[in-house]
């Protein structure tokens, strides 16, 4: 097989952390050469520029030097709306691909970047790869993973349920491969860091807290202005110590960070633009429980065995488990939230995302000869499901 250029698209700390062990494997494999296409958050200064953090020895995955080949590009400006970043990124990403010309664009989840992505490698017949296609997520996300979905070609999702989704969306079985979500590789590498050497890093001043981390709702704003006061009030009211992060850069995150204005000054409650990946990794999984409406609430804290809380409408219909607590963005049920996650007990892990092998299972996939084969031109497939009368 003649060697395949691939690129990878990354626009915040999140996609990042799922897509990184995927760029690891594939940098061990002389059959590859692999590129990195980082904006979107990554290039804000508001949100700790982590564009470091692809890059720096830090990273689990590659402690000799970090992630190499590296683009970089700052698709947006703070305060542009979605369909301008959405624009910009078309607009950069094009003219980079012009000139790299790669085999694959694999994107991740349901952002800006990785629309971009899909739509300049679909249009230019190039092999789009999405992973984690097919989940549910709630606000302007849940449309633009299924769009993503509709114009890749591949799709490396997280478990049957996702693939039985893709299916309902006419997307052919073959083209279809359950491996996990690649971020639970991470979660339990034996290379992560130690809470100790986190907690020092980040001048950290107490060893038991909680995590909070709030993102706005882009399709009810008046809900995210309503909730985000909520959340302050109760964690201002709690005997609790926080670690808070700041949101997303989706639309309305400056209601957020207004109310987080009220926290400056607790000494129990520390607030941090952004975290490495593996940092909050580590810390997540020391934490008492995880507060806010974040995927990770829903993803990672289960299979930590650590409890969430899961607050409004930005995860309906996502995966639920005993772990997660469910209430509306209300002060009354924030704090009853918080007395009911403090009595419970230790839960089990949960593996229904994968067992830490998504990366061994996504390169097996690339070294298949007839895995680069699938024809860019796409057509629906009626797979006859049942319907409900």
């Known amino acids: 097989m003649a060697k395949k250029k691939i690129l990878f698209i990354t626009g915040t700390r999140a996609d990042f952390g799922k897509l990184c062990s995927l760029i690891d494997k594939v940098s061990e494999h002389t059959e590859f050469e692999y590129c990195i296409f980082v904006t979107g958050m990554h290039t804000l200064s508001r949100y700790g520029y982590t564009v470091d ?27 542009e709306s979605m369909d301008m970043v959405l624009g910009n990124t078309i607009f950069g990403l094009s003219r980079y691909v012009s000139e790299y010309q790669p085999d694959m664009i694999v994107v991740h989840g349901d952002r800006v970047e990785a629309l971009a992505g899909s739509i300049v490698g679909s249009l230019r017949n190039i092999l789009v790869a999405h992973v984690e296609g097919g989940e549910l997520s709630g606000t302007i996300d849940e449309l633009i993973r299924h769009a993503v979905s509709k114009m890749a070609h591949l799709h490396f999702v997280a478990n049957g349920d996702s693939r039985r989704r893709l299916m309902q969306m006419g997307e052919a079985e073959e083209t279809i491969y359950p491996i996990g979500s690649p971020d639970v590789d991470l979660m339990f590498s034996p290379n992560l860091p130690s809470k100790e050497s986190v907690l020092a890093y980040y001048n950290i001043p107490f060893t038991e807290y909680a995590i909070t981390l709030l993102h706005p709702v882009t399709t009810d704003l008046e809900q995210t202005k309503k909730m985000a006061g909520a959340v302050v009030d109760a964690m201002l009211d709690s005997d609790d110590n926080y670690i808070v992060i700041y949101p997303n850069n989706d639309h309305g995150s ?16 520390a607030v941090y633009p952004s975290l490495r990946v593996e940092s909050f990794l580590v810390l997540l999984r020391a934490a008492k429980y995880l507060l806010g409406n974040s995927s990770a609430g829903i993803r990672e804290t289960p299979c930590y065995g650590v409890p969430s809380i899961n607050i409004g409408s930005r995860q309906d219909g996502r995966f639920c488990c005993s772990s997660i607590i469910n209430v509306p963005g209300s002060y009354d049920a924030i704090v009853k939230a918080l007395a009911d996650v403090r009595k419970m007990v230790p839960h089990p892990p949960r593996f229904e995302f994968g067992r830490g092998n998504s990366a061994e299972q996504f390169i097996k996939i690339l070294m298949d000869e007839k895995t680069w084969l699938t024809k860019p031109q796409k057509q629906f497939v009626d797979h006859h499901f049942a319907l409900c009368r």
Do not use: A, P, T
């Open 53 to 79: 953090e692809v890059m720096k020895k830090y990273s689990s995955f590659r402690l000799e030097g970090g992630f190499r080949n590296v683009h970089v590009f700052m698709n947006q400006v703070h305060g």
């Open 254 to 269: 400056d209601i957020i960070l207004d109310e987080y204005d009220r926290l400056s000054g607790e000494g129990r409650i």
